[in-house]
């Protein structure tokens, strides 16, 4: 299974862009990059999903470099309600076909005002 | 339609009695995962259902937990002789499929278990 690797923790302030990378050195062909929220007395909440280069949604950017050995979720403009704990997956479709995901320590956001 | 249950909410117990966590899943998902979180941690991951399988149970802490599904449908975890460290929320998913975390993951509202 990748391992996954991010910063503990990131402070911002309302109204700025957050980047938030991961690395995943050990990412297989078949694995897939998957961001997740977590609110405080909440389960994870999926974000945004990617397999390389770049996808946008409504809420958040993933970039994916030409090597996929690492990721970031970029929030744009965030606000105090975006601050909560993020956490990056991989794993992968078709093949592959494991349930056991490992979601790590996390990423906890605080946005300041 | 509704969204992953689970019940209890809240669980109080005595060490040593043995808790139920029930979780059901949203309807037509045939993939069921069980996580525990403890206090200011990242998620543990328990075990997964692929429809009423479990083909990989290492994740399970000790053998005093134990979790079934019947029906493609509702899970069960349970917990026999309950220690304080099982003190945590536990966390049920469901998704369409098995696809190793390329298959969105729905998130129940957690148990949050407490041992005295």
């Known amino acids: 299974l990748a391992k996954t690797t991010q910063p503990i923790s990131m402070d911002s302030y309302e109204g700025q862009e957050v980047n938030i990378t991961c690395s995943h050195n050990?990412?297989?062909?078949?694995?897939?990059i998957t961001w997740y929220q977590q609110f405080p007395s909440q389960g994870p909440r999926f974000i945004i999903q990617?397999?390389?280069t770049k996808v946008t949604n409504e809420v958040a950017s993933l970039f994916i470099p030409a090597d996929r050995k690492s990721s970031t979720l970029s929030l744009p403009r965030v606000s105090l309600s975006d601050t909560a704990v993020y956490y990056c997956?991989?794993?992968?479709?078709?093949?592959?076909?494991?349930?056991?995901?490992?979601f790590g320590q996390g990423t906890t956001l605080q946005v300041k005002p | 339609g509704a969204g992953v249950s689970q019940s209890p909410s809240n669980k109080v117990t005595e060490k040593g009695k043995d808790v139920e966590l029930r979780c059901d899943p949203i309807?037509?998902?045939?993939?069921l995962y069980w996580y525990r979180q403890s206090l200011g941690q990242g998620l543990e991951f328990l075990i997964y259902?692929?429809?009423?399988?479990?083909?990989?149970k290492s994740g399970l802490p000790s053998d005093r937990f134990s979790a079934e599904r019947t029906g493609g449908s509702v899970s069960t975890l349970t917990i026999q002789r309950t220690q304080q460290e099982d003190s945590a929320v536990y966390l049920c998913?469901?998704?369409?499929?098995?696809?190793?975390?390329?298959?969105?993951?729905?998130f129940g509202p957690g148990t949050r278990l407490t041992v005295l």
């Open positions: 998913a469901s998704s369409r499929s098995i696809t190793g975390g390329g298959d969105e993951q729905f």
């Open positions: 050990n990412i297989a062909t078949n694995d897939y």
């Open positions: 990617g397999y390389k």
């Open positions: 997956l991989v794993g992968g479709h078709g093949s592959s076909n494991t349930g056991k995901l490992i």
């Open positions: 309807s037509g998902h045939t993939a």
């Open positions: 259902f692929q429809g009423n399988s479990a083909p990989d």
